[in-house]
């Protein structure tokens, strides 16, 4: 190797170090549009909270843990196929309805299309270019009808056509993520549990965790979220545990 030479260096995300080897010149970011971890979040701490809270609710009314148990795997079912069958629905209802503005996005470029180049040019001196600028970007970027439509979608929309929510993925996400927090507090009946006290400490350490898991997705500690998610599903079990025992004898 001649002392000119440089060895390469790994580049980190799609790009390769600066002069100063310390500070790389692009980063990556983690996947915020793959429409799995909100379904998947969401769908874990809402079994969790509500098939807990519905499980206190019917302990504090007083019945078998046989009628419990099965309460709460009615909840964990039924609720599992609630949230994937909404989040199917919701997700595909808004990648159809994106869709229909990116055809509608694509019939004004054929129609008008010297109209659209100088929309996107618009746009760009809003954002800071000069106006020769501007216009001869947007004159290059509308050349090509396919990189266009891509170019006005992903600007005037805000999103990405090539890498839209998919309906399935959420679904899935929601319903498998959904049934394991909903089992949580299940289990210890499902083992032969007569009391609430297991579910209690069962469930009330799923949502910590829970709450500490997200923590690594935001800018909170794992402390803070998972204290936060404990204590919200500890007052909807607490509401339910008392609604049940203040009107579980009068039903029966």
């Not at 629905?89 to 990648?95: H, K, L, M």
């Not at 229909?100 to 008008?112: F, H």
């Not at 004159?139 to 999103?159: I, K, M, P, Y």
Request: charged residues 15%; proline residues 5%; hydrophobic residues 45%.
């Amino acid at each position: 190797m001649s002392a000119d030479a440089v060895p390469a260096t790994p580049a980190t995300g799609a790009s390769a170090l600066s002069g100063d080897d310390e500070h790389p010149i692009g980063h990556r970011h983690r996947d915020v549009t793959g429409g799995w971890l909100r379904p998947a979040v969401f769908g874990a701490t809402d079994g969790l909270v509500s098939n807990f809270a519905l499980i206190a609710g019917v302990a504090g009314g007083g019945v078998s843990a046989h009628q419990i148990g099965l309460t709460g795997l009615a909840g964990l079912v039924a609720g599992a196929f609630s949230m994937a069958t909404g989040e199917y629905t919701s997700v595909a209802s808004q990648t159809e309805l994106t869709q229909a503005e990116i055809e509608i996005e694509k019939a004004e470029l054929k129609r008008s299309p010297r109209a659209e180049e100088a929309e996107l040019a618009s746009l760009y001196m809003s954002r800071g270019l000069d106006e020769p600028l501007a216009r001869e970007v947007a004159r290059q970027l509308s050349a090509d009808h396919e990189t266009a439509w891509r170019v006005h979608t992903r600007e005037e929309l805000g999103v990405d056509p090539d890498d839209l929510p998919r309906p399935m993925t959420a679904a899935w996400s929601s319903f498998c993520a959904f049934a394991l927090g909903a089992l949580l507090p299940l289990l210890p009946y499902l083992l032969g549990a007569h009391s609430l006290l297991p579910a209690l400490l069962l469930a009330g350490l799923g949502l910590f965790a829970a709450g500490a898991f997200v923590s690594r997705f935001t800018r909170r500690t794992a402390l803070s979220s998972g204290a936060r998610q404990l204590l919200f599903g500890a007052a909807a079990a607490a509401v339910t545990y008392a609604i049940g025992h203040l009107v579980g004898g009068r039903l029966g």
